[in-house]
Nanobody, 119 residues
Framework: VQLQASGGGLVQPGGSLRLSCAFS????????MAWFRQVPGKGRERVAA????????YYADSVKGRFTISRDAASNTVYLQMNSLKPEDTANYYC?????????????WGQGTLVTVSS
């Protein structure tokens, strides 16, 4: 499985961005896709996940009500719509795949895409 993330950039507080992650291959029927983020010097946080078969969605408390994860089965793409962005959302964002379901482990990773929220 190969993953390619895109869509990061600079946005003002309160603005929006949409991240995309196109992937090739399909490990198992119950796999899950997720978005993680990491700030240098801090731990990695899973912000959102989606089970591919039934579309179940999971969010970190820090992004609930602001971020939406979605999938497009036809194009093998997972999205992260980020609204009402805050400076604390600034991080490198990574997409990842867990072959055995949303609890992981996440064995496949894309490269990071940087999101900077600043005025």
């Amino acid at each position: 499985v190969q993953l390619q993330a895109s869509g990061g950039g600079l946005v003002q507080p309160g603005g929006s961005l949409r991240l995309s992650c196109a992937f090739s291959g399909r490990p198992y029927s119950d796999y899950a896709m997720a978005w993680f983020r990491q700030v240098p010097g801090k731990g990695r946080e899973r912000v959102a996940a989606i089970t591919w078969r039934n579309g179940g969605k999971y969010y970190a408390d820090s992004v609930k009500g602001r971020f939406t994860i979605s999938r497009d089965a036809a194009s093998n793409t997972v999205y992260l719509q980020m609204n009402s962005l805050k400076p604390e959302d600034t991080a490198n964002y990574y997409c990842a795949c867990a072959p055995d379901g949303v609890t992981g482990p996440y064995d496949y990773w894309g490269q990071g895409t940087l999101v900077t929220v600043s005025s």
